[in-house]
């Protein structure tokens, strides 16, 4: 009897697992906590700076935050830096070109090495990073933390449903980008540090 | 006219001095604009808020001082009469 009853429950688990869905979120936050923080070694002082227009879809099954796929964009035009004529610069046609390329964009391809904890899951996740119309296929250390019925206390009551919040810390070389390769390295480091924090939500009816 | 030019350069570059210590002696570059992190209490997430603010840096600093340089060195050239009476005579 004893036996039946964990053959029974490990079985409704299982079915459980096997009809869970995956969820779609929404990656522009009406809150704008959604942000990046980029930085550049530089001899003076490093150059650190934010962009915050960030939209895009995840989709992921709650059960496996770490399963997760979607495209993650950011508005070209939001990056900040805290001098306004460098800002300028930075935007410019020499370096990130907003005006021709207004997208900075990460599409999910892959999910390696994923291990859960809880509504926690971390994975290496291997996607395509464009920048300035330029494709590279990088592998980034991603945290998910999936939080369900949140988001009805980041709305004050307004809206029910969860949300999901992505971590990451990776590098790239802006030379590999088509940024001033090889050029003005001993003003800026080619090496930019990007750290990601976004959440996103997912409303129900 | 050079002790015009002299008195000048010193209150420019004494007057930036004082601006640039008093905003902070930002040992870096000059910012129009400065962020400060807060966190949502639901995600935990840091972001930032930005807020006009100018803030001289080392750049101002330098600039300020390489233009009472200029003033002192113009000073310096043998196109101003001299303050000398016995050099007039």
């Known amino acids: ?205 | 006219m050079k002790r015009l030019l002299r008195t000048a350069a010193a209150i420019l570059f004494t007057a930036i001095l004082i601006w640039w210590a008093a905003a902070g002696m930002n040992p870096g570059w000059t910012k129009t604009s400065v962020a400060t992190m807060e966190t949502d209490p639901i995600t935990g997430i840091e972001y930032p808020v930005w807020k006009k603010h100018f803030v001289p840096g080392v750049d101002l600093l330098a600039a300020g001082a390489g233009a009472a340089a200029i003033l002192a060195a113009i000073s310096l050239l043998p196109i101003f009469p001299g303050t000398n009476k016995n050099h007039n005579l």
């Open chain 1, 1 to 205: 009897m004893k036996h039946t009853a964990i053959i029974i429950a490990t079985a409704a688990a299982l079915a459980a697992t096997a009809t869970a869905e995956e969820i779609a979120f929404d990656l522009k936050d009406p809150k704008g906590v959604n942000n990046i923080v980029f930085t550049l070694d530089a001899p003076l002082e490093s150059i650190s700076g934010t962009a915050n227009g960030i939209s895009g879809t995840v989709e992921v099954d709650p059960a496996e935050p770490e399963e997760i796929e979607g495209k993650i964009v950011v508005d070209a035009k939001s990056l900040t830096v805290p001098n306004s004529l460098m800002q300028e610069h930075m935007l410019g046609a020499e370096w990130i070109d907003a005006e021709k390329h207004p997208e900075i964009t990460f599409e999910i391809k892959e999910v390696l090495n994923p291990v859960k904890n809880g509504n926690e899951g971390t994975a290496d996740v291997k996607g395509v990073f464009t920048l300035k119309g330029v494709s590279k296929e990088i592998t980034v250390p991603a945290k998910v933390t999936y939080l369900p019925g949140r988001l009805s206390d980041r709305t004050n009551g307004k809206m029910q449903g969860d949300l999901i919040v992505i971590r990451t810390n990776f590098q790239i070389k802006r030379g590999d980008f088509g940024i001033k390769a090889g050029e003005n390295l001993d003003k800026v480091s080619d090496t930019i540090d990007i750290s990601l924090s976004i959440a996103g939500s997912a409303p129900k009816p």
